[in-house]
């Protein structure tokens, strides 16, 4: 009596956390507009690099608002400490 193989495990499935609807983008974008971060906005940076890369037409004004805004927090983080 020849054993059956066993068959193989299926891979345990993935969520994909790098999905945003264009509603959500579009209502990103006043709020980068006014110099809020993406952490103010309560958005994953994976999720909204996904999204621009794959709409190149929001990523042309929505990437560098971006980075000035995550820039512009990184310099006040220590202002407080700088200023005394």
Do not use: W
């Not at 037409?57 to 407080?80: Q, T, Y």
């Amino acid at each position: 009596m020849a054993s059956d193989p066993a068959p193989p495990k299926a891979k345990p499935k993935s969520r994909v956390h790098h999905k945003m609807s264009d509603d959500k983008a579009l209502r990103i974008l006043p709020g980068l507009r006014a110099g809020l971060t993406l952490k103010q906005l309560r958005e994953v940076p994976r999720r909204f690099q996904a999204y621009c890369d794959a709409h190149p037409e929001h990523a042309r004004e929505a990437c560098p608002l971006e980075a000035a805004n995550a820039a512009a927090a990184r310099h006040r983080k220590g202002a407080r400490i700088r200023i005394a």
